[in-house]
């Protein structure tokens, strides 16, 4: 083990002795339609449907998300399969939906099927949702129970009551880690599993191939925290959905441990201080033009692992992969924060109920999840589904996907922050541990003085 792997084990081996004592969208194979082929356990069963219209029913479908392109395939889809059914779809982008659709449910637009976002706006509209248990019949056979029973949860949990208005669409998570494939193979390196095996790669790499960039990432606020946080799971699973609700002090032993192993990725170079000024897409460009060998990215930036990703962006890359971000503390496990990102909603404005329940088992829980998860932007709720090999540009590709899919599904904390709180206070706290201007200790106590305050 070379000198600055030792270190960090020694580091990370005193942080958990700490812990201990502190707590007792495009074509494949060139044809223009869906990226995903239907795999072996793709269902075949089609629901009884409801009683058919006296004449053509028109859905109005209003979402903002997955991409147009690729809900345009499963729409296709759908109505092929619905004859008499047609859906008229409006994509917005997220920031001018959140202001539209409110306006929306509140006035005369007659809509049937909502995309909702999930952790943020499930509350200020429920009230002009129907719960699912009021529609989701008029679909044959427990599809809801088909979907990732935490992803479910997730969802009633959003509006306080315990209700269910949406069935979860798809899901996102992070931190992970992308990585150059080919140069870590030529490396003869393998895929790092802690944070001393990333350590000793950057070194080799800062050593051997200076002009390369060993780790990439974005250093802003969110991004860190998100950073933060995985650290945090990987050990305390539910520690930032205990933080934010209250249960849990942030100057306590777990917090405390938390920021002190995500400073330890910085003080022992595994990070550089310097790349924190990185902002926007600018990490995973250098990524993509092979300037880095590793991005620390959230888990929507998966449409790089897929052929259509290659065909239409320009990736200097030649192999892309991915995986869980490294463990840091002895015992550790991979972790990420996920949070349900889409839920399809029928508003009570609709006159086409039966219609828009059968639109919605098809996106969820039927064939329409593999014309649209292609895109690689979401990981599907519907528990059985995994992406076709054939969507992959490589190997190492399809395999990091499917340990993607798998962290975001076993994600026990909300990965969604306290905006207001990271913009006053956290933010500036995580980075200051960061670049090494306050040590964790007085960065828990400063965010505990602030999250009381600001209650």
């Known amino acids: 083990m070379p000198g600055t792997a030792r270190a960090f084990a020694l580091t990370t081996a005193a942080l958990a002795l700490g812990l ?36 053509p ?10 991409p147009a392109a690729a809900l345009k395939r499963a729409i296709t889809a759908f109505e092929q399969a619905n004859p ?52 989701k019949d008029k679909v044959s056979g427990g599809w809801v129970e088909e979907l990732d029973e935490s992803a479910v949860e997730q969802t009633k949990k959003a509006a306080k009551n315990g209700e269910l208005y949406s069935v979860p669409m798809g899901s996102s ?3 992970v880690l992308y990585y150059n494939a080919a140069l870590l193979a030529e490396l003869g390196e393998s895929f790092p599993e802690t944070a001393a095996d990333l350590e000793s790669i950057v070194m080799r790499v800062k050593k051997e191939i200076p002009g390369l960039r060993p780790v990439v990432f974005s250093g802003e606020p969110h991004r ?14 539910t520690l930032s959905d205990d933080l934010l609700a209250g249960d849990k002090p942030w100057n306590g032993p777990e917090a405390v441990v938390a920021l002190t192993a995500y ?26 033009d092979g300037k880095a060998l590793f991005l620390v990215d959230g888990s929507d ?57 059968t639109l919605i088992e098809f996106l969820t829980a039927g064939g329409g999840v593999s014309s649209w ?70 960065a828990a106590d400063r965010l505990q003085k602030e999250w009381a305050r600001g209650q």
């Open 373 to 442: 998860a292609g895109d690689l932007t979401m990981v599907p709720s519907r528990g059985d589904f995994r992406m076709d090999s054939s969507v992959f540009a490589n190997p190492e590709g399809k395999d990091g996907y499917a340990a993607i899919q798998d962290l975001v599904r076993d994600g026990a904390s909300l990965n969604v922050p306290d905006e207001v709180f990271l913009e006053r206070a956290e933010g500036d706290a995580i980075l200051d541990v960061a670049h090494g201007r306050t040590t964790a200790k007085k």
């Open 57 to 66: 029913v028109t859905l109005k479908y209003w979402t903002f998300a997955p």
């Open 20 to 55: 201990t004592a502190c707590s007792a969208g495009g074509p494949v194979d060139g044809r223009p339609v869906a990226q995903s082929v239907p795999d072996a356990g793709e269902k075949t069963k089609k629901p009884e449907k409801p009683e058919k219209p006296a004449g």
């Open 84 to 135: 008499g059914i047609e859906v008229e779809l409006r994509t917005f982008a997220e920031a001018d939906y959140r202001e539209r659709l409110p306006v929306a449910l509140d006035g005369d637009e007659a809509l049937d099927v909502v995309g909702l976002p999930v952790p943020t706006m499930t509350r200020a509209v429920a009230n002009r949702l129907r719960p699912v248990d009021d529609w």
């Open 263 to 288: 400073g330890s990725l910085f003080d022992r170079g595994v990070l550089a201080k310097s790349a924190l000024t990185l902002k926007g897409d600018r990490p995973a460009e250098l990524f993509r």
């Open 224 to 237: 860190q925290e998100e950073l933060l946080f995985t650290v945090a799971s990987q050990t305390h699973p």
């Open 173 to 175: 998570g992070g931190a």
């Open 301 to 357: 930036r998966s449409p790089m692992l897929s052929t259509s990703y290659r065909e239409n962006t320009k990736v200097t890359v030649k192999k892309i992969g991915a995986g869980p971000f490294p463990t840091i503390l002895p015992g550790a496990k991979p972790a990420v924060r996920s949070a349900v990102e889409v839920g399809l909603a029928v508003p009570k404005s609709s006159k086409h109920v039966a219609e828009a329940a």
